[in-house]
């Protein structure tokens, strides 16, 4: 809510913008709701807030001043609000980042201004008159000749190098200076940065090496100037690789060549062999809700009545004393009692999902031999495959910048991992299609034929699929990994898993041999 105009309030995580209707906006009545915060040589300070009835606070009108407040027609208290030296003064509309102020802080602003309100650098002092560079042209009025504020010569790092550095053109020494033991290096970079409200800017930046003190010392940050940025494409980078696919099932390339089984044509054998793999995500959200209400009440009432008469009567009409006894007795006596019970329960379920299904196809493409150049003549022309697999690469997307003297690769964190299958070259002698065990049929002469990436294929070894010794290496790897008690397993174990299933298992094939 910092835009103060129009009818958007601004999402700056995603693109989830608010419409604003019926509403104004206004200023915050809340006087802790914009945070100040003050920098000392780009460390932040602590700050006292003054309780609206402090003199320095309660006589103010609607003004703006520097070491003093306006009372009647000109400043005044100046020695009571400010003691010290003003180096320069910036004020601004809009909120400046951490990184946008220590960037500027021992350097004059280059660029930048559109969004000043004012800038005073006290190097312009006119007819008593403090001149602002900004493009406002908010100027201060000195107090009278007599007592306005001295200049003084300023040692205070600014300049066109980082604060370090001293200038040789009797620059006043300074305590950033420092002794470094050998030659610096310097270095000059583009960086991008996000402002107050999300927008990228470039900067040119610098970068100082040295030794001291025995120890490598780095320094960077320091604004050369501002770059124009130019958005140009966008780009993937930190590449996964989710699996991949060695091609499609080997075929002997043998079995591939001009004859009955083709009926002249070239292109039968494309898409004989074809393996697929399937990845499915499934992801479901499930809700609920129970809620169970209950009651018990009991009533209970008990009533007791009772009435007890003794009665005496004594009589003397002789001297003699007579005594009568009367009791009368009556109880009443009642009692109820009342229990009920209930109870209720109200359950709710809600269930969503949703499926992803990746299908990744290899199928076994090629071409055919040059009749003029065969390599088995008795075979005859044959249908090559392509040695070639696939892979499923899960990768994250950039938005490349041109910064006119270099390009700026940013991540964009709004836009999801990106799922792209590329295409790549296997090493023939670690695996070839076309061929099983390094040979491609007999010759003429009765001799066996091998495949130029297995000239030793005659002899019984380890020749592209056929390779039975690491087979059963890599089983015996994985089973001695099963005995431990490993709590995951290694996913090139699990690789190696189907390079052996894949060696192992039978296979049949629908062709015939030449």
């Known amino acids: 809510m910092e835009e103060n105009e129009g009818n ?5 995580k995603g693109g989830n913008h608010a419409q604003i209707k019926g509403a104004t906006w206004c200023k915050n009545p809340d006087m802790e709701a914009s945070e100040f915060l003050f920098y000392s040589n780009g460390v932040i300070i602590g700050t006292e807030s003054l309780d609206v009835n402090d ?29 010290g030296i003003m180096e320069e003064v910036r004020i601004w509309k809009v909120v400046r980042t951490q990184e946008q102020i220590l960037d500027n802080v021992f350097t004059r602003l280059k660029g930048e201004k559109q969004d000043q309100i004012a800038n005073y650098t006290f190097d312009e002092i006119f007819d008593n008159e403090l001149k602002d560079s900004s493009l406002m042209g908010n100027h201060l009025i000195m107090r009278a000749e007599a007592s306005k504020p001295t200049s003084v010569f300023s040692d ?24 470094i033991d050998s030659s610096p290096t310097v270095t000059e970079y583009g960086d991008m940065q996000y402002d107050s409200q999300q927008n990228l800017t470039g900067v040119f930046k610098r970068c100082y090496t040295y030794i001291k003190d025995g120890k490598w010392q780095l320094i960077t940050g320091y604004q050369v100037g501002n770059l124009i940025t130019e958005w140009i494409s966008q780009v993937q980078f930190d590449p996964q690789i989710i699996g991949y696919i060695e091609g499609a099932p080997p075929i002997p390339s043998e079995n591939m060549t001009v004859g009955p089984i083709s009926l002249g044509e070239t292109d039968t054998y494309k898409q004989a062999s074809t393996v697929e793999l399937i990845e499915t995500e499934d992801v479901n959200y499930n809700f609920s809700s129970s809620k169970k209400n209950g009651f018990d009440s009991s009533f209970e009432a008990s009533m007791s009545a009772g009435v007890e008469l003794d009665l005496r009567t004594l009589l003397a009409p002789l001297g003699f004393v007579v005594s009568f006894k009367a009791q009368v007795a009556f109880n009443v006596s009642s009692s109820g009692k009342f229990q009920s019970s209930g109870g209720w329960t109200d359950e709710k379920t809600v269930s969503s999902g949703r499926t992803v299904t990746r299908n990744m196809r290899a199928t076994a493409v ?39 003297l270099s390009y700026r690769f940013q991540p964009n964190p709004d836009i999801p991992k990106d799922w792209n299958i590329i295409s790549f070259p296997i090493n023939p002698r ?7 065990d390094g040979k491609v049929g007999d010759r003429l002469d009765g001799s066996v034929q091998t495949d130029p990436d297995y000239p030793q294929a005659i002899q019984y070894g380890e020749y592209s699929y056929f390779k039975p010794i690491e087979t059963y290496a890599l089983k015996r790897q994985i089973e001695r990994v099963k005995c431990r008690p490993a709590p995951y397993q290694h996913p090139l174990l699990l690789c190696s898993a189907r390079r052996i299933k894949r060696s192992l298992v039978s296979r049949s094939y629908p062709f015939t041999f030449a």
């Open 366 to 404: 090629g071409y055919w031999e040059d009749k003029n150049n065969l390599l088995n003549p008795r075979l005859g022309q044959r249908y090559v495959p392509n040695n070639q697999g696939l892979a499923l690469v899960q990768s994250e997307t950039a938005d490349v910048f041109a910064l006119r």
């Open 430 to 436: 670690y695996t070839k299609q076309g061929t099983l």
């Open 8 to 12: 958007l309030a601004n999402d700056f």
């Open 156 to 179: 205070a790092p600014i300049g066109n190098d980082i604060p370090q550095v001293r200038s040789a053109l009797a620059a006043v020494q300074t305590v950033f200076n420092a002794q």
């Open 55 to 83: 003199s320095m606070v309660y006589p103010m009108s609607s003004q703006f001043t520097l070491g003093a407040h306006k009372a009647g027609g000109g400043p005044s208290n100046y020695d009571q609000c400010f003691n």
